[in-house]
């Protein structure tokens, strides 16, 4: 039996193409992919990702405790700041890769992919031992909302007195959405500005109809997973079970900016550092086809006839008009100009190493 | 509800098929376009491939997904639609019209009797949903 979220009826009810994802059933399309993707790049675009699992951290040991067991500096944060980070084991493979709120010093939140949320709890349940800190899977209680978009602030700020402009890029707040207690972080998955929020699974549905109806002047229309997949590749955002996986650590996965070895003992930290003394092997890179033949998820990249590395995610991107990629490559073959193949049924078409993200936006929150 | 002419004969694969004598024109269908969502590109065989029944002779891609194409009944392409280089989107637009795919010529035309009738294959996507 799938899992539904709160607001399943209410996607359902206007037409929702709805696919299994990670145990869940999930909206992947309403209108039309290419559409639900322009939304977001150029209006704005309101997806349900209520399956993502948040796992609360409580205690007076949840700081020491949060920071053992993610890669990123979790002391650097203040109250109501948000982080990327990934959860490591000893090898540094990367059981997933996820947002950690601090509330306060006592007390985090974890936001983590849906199909990993099981395994993490238990994983980071049984990190605990003698600390101080109890472990929640708070999943089924909460809904989560992202509107995102250059229109995202100007349709969330009528419905709310606290003043939008005040919650910088990976920052959040406790605020009330017409009338509905919330938590609105300034974060998102598109590679545009936006808004994730969370309410109580009762709220859900009417701060989605609220939402909707306020937004459509605005160019708002409900976006399901296939935009919400070719908006994070044009962005560059690595997607747990594709991008990266136990098998690849953060440094391969060009995650290094989420991994501080100076803020000492955490778990993947020795596999880390000897990687980095070895050398990497392999990097993930972005690349675009220099053909109309979009790459695929496991498609060969090669030099010549001789496997250099894998796809990991490939589509054609709908806002950029081109077949982007993100490969791992063998280190050596992967400064940005290489001109490689990818083997695209029987055929080696040309591609290039690009820089990433493909897409970037003027950022006004930095 | 997709749009499925009486004419033309059909494939559990979603291709349809128009017959002249024993030439044959190839697409997919109103359904599989809309299933298939928007299309950005077509890859077609070469005129004088030879294909079995059943065989793919190509492949259609939209934004989230690549499919195969099936040869819905033996034969030789006679004919590609090269206009779907530009603008596969026809594919989307008028697949029973300017989406056409290949034209053939039939090994065996008892394999035509073998395929759905509009009625048949309407019946298939429904039980399809139904699963």
Known sequence: ?366 | MANTPEDLSYTKDHEWVRTKGDEATVGITDHAQNQLGDVVYVELPKVGDKFEASEPFGSVESVKAVSEIYMPVGGKVIEVNESLNDSPEQVNEDPYGDGWMIRIKIDNPAQVDALLTAVEYEDYIKEEAAE
């Open chain 1, 1 to 366: 039996m799938l899992k539904r979220t709160p607001l399943y009826d209410s996607h359902i009810s206007i037409g929702a193409r709805m696919v299994e994802f990670a145990g869940w059933e999930m909206p992947v399309q309403y209108s039309s992919h290419v559409n639900e993707h322009m939304a977001v790049r150029e209006a704005a675009g309101l997806f349900d990702v209520s399956h993502m699992g948040k796992i609360e951290i409580r205690g007076s040991d949840a700081l020491a405790f949060t920071q053992r067991i993610t890669s990123n500096d979790v002391s650097k944060l203040e109250d109501n700041q948000v982080q990327y980070s990934t959860l490591l084991n000893d090898d540094a493979g990367i059981l997933d890769d996820l947002l950690v709120y601090r509330l306060n010093q006592e007390y985090f939140m974890l936001v983590v992919n849906a199909g990993t949320t099981v395994s993490d709890f238990e994983w980071i349940r049984n990190q605990v031992g003698p600390a101080n800190a109890e472990v929640h899977n708070t999943s089924s209680a909460f809904a989560l909302l992202a509107l995102q978009g250059p229109q995202a602030e100007a349709i969330l700020q009528p419905l709310t007195d606290h003043m939008l402009d005040r919650i910088p890029y990976y920052w959040s707040q406790r605020v009330h959405v017409d009338g509905i207690e919330c938590h609105v972080s300034r974060t998102g998955y598109t590679g545009e500005d936006g808004f994730e929020i969370a309410c109580y699974a009762v709220d859900a549905r009417r701060l989605w109809n609220r939402l909707l109806i306020t937004g459509s002047d605005r160019g708002l229309i409900p976006c399901g997973l296939a935009a919400r997949n070719t908006l994070r590749l044009e962005a560059a955002y690595r997607l747990y079970g594709h991008d990266i996986d136990e098998t690849t650590t953060p440094l391969e996965a060009g995650l290094g900016w989420v991994v501080k070895l100076a803020k000492g003992a955490f778990i993947g930290r020795e596999a880390l550092v000897k990687q980095k003394e070895e050398g990497l092997k392999r990097k993930l890179v972005g690349f675009e086809v220099l053909d109309r033949a979009p790459a695929r998820d496991g498609y060969p990249m090669l030099l010549g006839d001789e496997q250099v590395g894998t796809v990991t995610s490939g589509s054609p991107a709908p806002y950029l008009k081109k077949n982007i990629g993100l490969a791992y490559v063998s280190v050596e073959h992967t400064s940005v100009g290489t001109e490689l193949s990818v083997g695209i049924r029987g055929r080696n078409v040309p591609c290039r190493i690009v820089e990433t993200p493909f897409h970037k936006r003027a950022r006004k929150y930095d």
